[in-house]
């Protein structure tokens, strides 16, 4: 008896999460996600502004498909100014990522959800990301001129993205073998066209493609600030035909960079992973623009980092989160996601004087489309604010009291087990006695 007691106290009312939509919620078909190694956003944003170690101001590039449109992050950082290991932090979420053991990454996670995992990358980025991916065309030579990439194949990758991954092989030459700025500028636009191109041979194909365009970075070590931010400069064309692509297939388009640079003085070359570099703004603060379906046109303030970047882009393509990632997704979608667990009973949803919803007999209700703004949580006979400006989850278990109701039917089978333990606690010791 008490044993069917006890088993009834289990099957009180819950299960599943129950899908509330209360609005609209556009979900891209896909995602890029754009690294441009080495652009400091201290060179590019009108928030900020750059200098040299000897205290001389720096001049700025005008990068209008960067800062003219969707969410932007004002002030977003790198926890390491360095190539390999900041990859690796942009694809797992976490600040000590090792690049030879990365664990989940965003990849993994995705195509665990169906989705082609795909790079174009010059260089940058350690073989455990390159073994993640479907296909690659991937650049291991650090010179501007004379490289060949290589593209590399999952057996079951797409017959049709062979072909043209191996067609954007052979027109490397053709972007890079050029003199002076006109070869960096090249080698940057060959990434962003053949990453335009792959996108426009995906369509009705879910997928999410990592790009790395390198010769920002080639720019900054090789050359001077002012020779830095011609290389910066050349991008915004190849970038604006990207965005385009983008857009009309409906993907997401996630642009950021690995770290900035820093220069000596306005004459000398640049870097940013060396002692005197590292520390500096212009090493650790770096570009993250948001574009796509269902993204606020914004300027995101506060202090953001790399570790985001991952979180973001899972939640944007509605693709269950690393728990392992120590980064937050950026408040940048049309329509937030509130997820209520620990519910006794129900829960109501207020907006305005108006019940928007009232749902019961689940562990965890998630309210989506909604519009930015308080709302009121009704569950238990109690209630709470709530401020909706992305995605949030409150737990109200401990919070909140039973209804009047199951309070009564939760004490009156607790009366019984107590008593019938006593019961048979008395019948023990009398037997005993016996």
């Known amino acids: 008896m008490i044993r069917a007691l006890l088993l009834l106290l289990l099957l009180l009312p819950g299960g599943a999460a129950r899908d509330i939509q209360l609005g609209p919620m556009a979900q891209p078909a896909g995602a890029v996600i754009l690294v441009i190694d080495g652009l400091g956003s201290s060179y590019v944003y009108p928030e900020h502004n750059a200098y040299a170690l000897d205290g001389s101001p720096l001049d700025k590039a005008v990068l209008f498909n960067l800062t003219g449109g969707g969410a932007r992050a004002v002030d977003v950082r790198v926890p390491v100014p360095e190539?390999?290991?900041?990859?690796?932090?942009?694809?797992?979420?976490?600040?000590?990522?090792?690049?030879?053991?990365l664990g989940h990454t965003i990849?993994?996670?995705?195509?665990?959800?169906?989705?082609?995992?795909l790079a174009i990358m010059e260089r940058g980025d350690s073989m455990s990301i390159m073994e993640d991916m479907d296909a690659v065309l991937y650049l291991e030579d650090n010179a501007l001129q004379g490289a060949e990439p290589t593209p590399g194949f999952r057996p079951d990758a797409p017959e049709g993205l062979r072909t043209l991954f191996q067609e954007w092989r052979d027109r490397f030459a053709g972007y890079s073998n050029r003199e002076g700025m006109a070869g960096y500028a090249g080698y940057n636009a060959w990434?962003?066209?053949?990453?335009?191109?792959?996108?426009?041979?995906?369509?009705?194909?879910?997928?999410?493609?990592?790009?790395?365009?390198?010769?920002?970075?080639?720019?900054?070590?090789?050359?001077n600030a002012s020779g830095y931010l011609q290389a910066v400069e050349a991008l915004d064309a190849p970038l604006g035909r990207l965005v385009r692509a983008c857009r009309k297939n409906n993907l997401l388009l996630v642009i950021t960079a690995d770290h900035g640079m820093v220069f000596p003085d306005r004459e000398g070359k640049g870097g940013h992973s060396a002692e005197k570099y590292a520390a500096r703004l212009e090493a650790l603060r770096v570009p993250l623009v948001v574009q796509g379906?269902?993204?606020?046109?914004l300027n995101l303030g506060g202090q953001w980092s790399e570790m985001d970047v991952a979180p973001t882009v899972l939640a944007l393509l509605d693709v269950s989160s690393n728990t392992s990632s120590e980064g937050v997704a950026l408040p940048v979608r049309k329509g937030g996601i509130l997820r209520v667990a620990g519910a006794p009973a129900g829960v109501e949803?207020?907006?305005?004087?108006?019940?928007?919803?009232?749902?019961?007999?689940?562990?965890?209700?998630?309210?989506?489309?909604?519009?930015w703004g308080e709302y009121t949580l009704k569950a238990g006979g109690q209630s709470w604010?709530?401020?909706?400006?992305?995605?949030?989850?409150?737990?109200?278990?401990?919070?909140?009291t039973m209804p009047v109701g199951m309070r009564r039917a939760f004490g009156v089978i607790m009366i019984l087990v107590i008593n019938l333990g006593g019961m048979a606690t008395i019948l023990r010791i009398w037997r005993r006695s016996e």
């Open 191 to 223: 990434a962003l066209d053949a990453a335009a191109d792959t996108v426009e041979h995906l369509i009705g194909k879910p997928f999410i493609m990592l790009v790395n365009a390198g010769a920002v970075d080639s720019a900054g070590h090789n050359l």
């Open 293 to 297: 379906p269902g993204i606020e046109e």
């Open 349 to 371: 949803l207020w907006g305005q004087g108006t019940c928007l919803a009232n749902a019961s007999g689940d562990n965890e209700y998630i309210f989506r489309g909604l519009e």
């Open 385 to 400: 604010d709530v401020l909706v400006d992305g995605d949030d989850t409150i737990d109200l278990a401990g919070k909140a």
């Open 107 to 117: 990849f993994d996670l995705a195509r665990e959800e169906g989705y082609l995992c």
């Open 83 to 101: 190539t390999t290991k900041s990859h690796s932090v942009l694809v797992t979420g976490r600040s000590e990522a090792d690049w030879d053991q």
